[in-house]
């Protein structure tokens, strides 16, 4: 049998194995990216995007196509089935402190096929349609997986497998890791509509209808397009609910058949799963294949690209001999605690939306509606960043002071960042032992972001995912860096005192 040398095999290219494609072609790593389907799926599945996400996709090359076809949310609001607040978010600005929108409503088609037009321009990246993962085994320090392409079956000798082929991952079955469940499953119909004769949206606002009869979600998706989500009631079926007697029924109060056409229905069970392992030697998962969380909060693909963007750059430095091995187990120590806080706020979301007795609505309606209104809408979610892989002090999600006229990402590229107060010459003396991009600090910064964020210190430090490191000492910055490559912890003896 056919047998081909690669660094890293990528199962599934959805956004986020197409991200991870670009962010290892970025770096030079060789990669086979597989995926089953030869074409796009054509329809809208994730529906949001956040400004950190937005951010992240843009170092992959798949913002500025999102960005030109979608549409911000002026407001998410939960109410009750006589139209009143329970809660509500708003955006805190038009832009958040990354230089994106807070929120994006956007069309996932026009995403994936911008994320793949970039991965066709990684010459270290063999992108191969209409391929199919069959298993796989462990080998040494690496995997041979079976494939199965145009001409049969061949296998793929590579260092490291990542599975981002979604909730019924292969390669998560293939290893034996097992699922965490939240305790989470509920079934809902989701419709997806194109709006007619010109009409960009019904709403500026997303909204929860959070009544007993039947919750529903409405939903602004990118312009001329709207979603409705109807959550199965006890003893209906998906062929009870998808008829288009049914869903005009549902539609009617909202919206009239003749005003749009339906482009897709489908019976969905939202989740909250968690995989047990997210690394298991040279097996990684990424995703869906390593979590899933119920819709509420919109960040089931946030945390897949967050996840990309945390795992990619640690491969690399491994490969390269620049880390130890041990720092891919920072990987779920990093990215978990993150995951499980946003599903516990979706499912806690979930249950205001989901709750079915008349009597628990009218309990739960009096407790939200006891608060004044004010205290029930609150700024639009921006999340805390991460709590480990950083120095005292860090983990924020870095701003984009901007750089000349561009964005500061674009002069920076995936990479880590230093940047220095003064004396940029003798900082660069940096860059060569750690891979850094050195910017010194006569950036725009129009908003003060930097400024605020740096405050007297002469350094900062920025992760290739756009957390900040540490703030301090440029020399002490890069020794704490270099040990956190070598060991998987951030700081050393040296750096903390």
């Not at 996400?53 to 979608?70: N, P």
């Not at 049914?246 to 919206?255: D, E, H, K, N, S």
């Not at 605690?337 to 609505?361: F, L, N, Q, W, Y």
């Not at 050195?438 to 405050?455: E, K, N, T």
């Amino acid at each position: 049998m056919k047998r081909e040398q690669t660094e890293v095999l990528i199962v599934g290219l959805g956004p986020v194995g197409a991200a991870l494609g670009v962010y290892l072609g970025r770096m030079g790593v060789s990669a086979i990216a597989i995926e089953r389907d030869r074409h796009v799926y054509p329809l809208p599945r994730a529906a949001h995007l956040d400004h950190e996400t937005m951010r992240l996709l843009h170092l992959a090359g798949g913002a500025e196509a999102v960005a030109a076809a979608s549409q911000p949310l002026s407001a998410y609001e939960f109410r009750n089935a006589a139209g009143e607040l329970l809660m509500g978010f708003t955006p805190g600005g038009e832009l958040a402190p990354t230089g994106w929108p807070f929120s994006s409503m956007f069309h996932q088609p026009t995403l994936e096929h911008a994320l793949r037009a970039r991965l066709a321009e990684m010459p270290s990246v063999s992108t191969r349609l209409g391929h199919a993962l069959k298993g796989y085994e462990v080998a040494g320090e690496g995997i041979v997986a079976e494939v199965e392409g145009e001409g049969g079956v061949y296998e793929v000798a590579a260092r490291f497998i990542i599975g981002c082929d979604g909730g019924n991952s292969l390669v998560r079955r293939s290893a034996g890791i097992a699922l965490d469940d939240m305790g989470f499953d509920e079934p809902w119909l989701v419709i997806d509509t194109v709006l007619k004769n010109g009409v960009t949206r019904l709403s500026t606002v997303g909204l929860q209808h959070c009544d007993p009869a039947r919750p529903v979600t409405s939903m602004p998706m990118a312009p001329g397009r709207h979603r409705w989500e109807f959550m199965l009631l006890d003893g209906e079926t998906p062929e009870d609910v998808t008829s288009d007697e049914a869903i005009a029924t549902m539609l009617a109060p909202y919206a009239g058949a003749a005003s749009l056409d339906i482009e897709r229905r489908a019976v969905y069970r939202f989740h909250a799963l968690v995989a047990e392992k997210w690394r298991q030697g040279p097996v990684i998962l990424a995703g869906d294949a390593a979590h899933q969380m119920p819709p509420f909060m919109g960040q089931g693909l946030c945390s897949g690209t967050r996840d990309a963007a945390n795992v990619a750059w640690k491969i690399e430095a491994v490969l390269r001999g620049r880390a130890d091995e041990s720092l891919l187990d920072s990987y779920q120590a990093e990215r978990e605690p993150h995951v499980r806080m946003i599903t516990e706020m979706a499912v806690s979301m979930g249950k205001v939306v989901c709750t079915r007795d008349a009597e628990e609505a009218r309990l739960r309606d009096e407790g939200m509606l006891a608060q004044p209104e004010d205290a029930r809408m609150k700024g639009m979610m921006t999340l805390q960043g991460i709590a480990t892989g950083i120095l005292a002090g860090g983990g924020a999600v870095f701003p984009d002071p901007g750089h000349g006229a561009a964005r500061l990402d674009d002069a920076a590229g995936y990479a880590p960042i230093l940047i220095v107060r003064e004396d940029c010459e003798a900082a660069r003396a940096f860059a060569d032992a750690g891979g850094f991009t050195v910017l010194c600090r006569d950036l725009p910064d129009p908003q003060g972001h930097l400024a605020m964020l740096l405050g007297d210190a002469p350094a900062v430090l920025v992760r290739p995912d756009r957390y900040v490191f540490g703030i301090g000492e440029a020399a002490v910055l890069t020794a704490a860096w270099a040990h956190y490559l070598a060991s998987g912890v951030a700081g050393a003896p040296a750096a903390a005192a």
